[in-house]
């Protein structure tokens, strides 16, 4: 199976993913937010740099979770507004 590249809009979603989990994170360890999220320190690193962009569902869900983030924050975040910039949070 052949993965379709991912359009510079995806990516640009997926490092603005990124920064909302890396800034909500705080000063909580990357290690016990992983672990509590049960994903692995690796994947929630490669999420936070925007080297996975477009993490799964569930994978997002637990770290929001974690995080004391709700869906809809997250959702809000990642969404750009009417007048083309992002959704206020």
């Not at 509590?36 to 993490?55: C, M, N, Y």
């Not at 869900?61 to 004391?68: F, M, N």
């Not at 750009?80 to 206020?88: I, K, L, N």
């Amino acid at each position: 199976m052949v993965r379709v590249p991912l359009t510079a809009e995806e990516l640009e979603r997926g490092q603005r993913l990124g920064e909302l989990l890396r800034a909500t994170r705080g000063d909580r360890s990357m290690v016990t937010v992983a672990l509590d999220a049960g994903i692995s320190v690796e994947t929630l690193r490669k999420i936070e740099t925007g080297r996975i962009a477009t993490p799964a569902f569930f994978t997002i869900a637990a770290v929001a979770r974690v995080l004391g983030l709700s869906l809809d924050e997250v959702a809000d975040s990642l969404t750009p507004s009417v007048t083309g910039g992002m959704a206020a949070s």
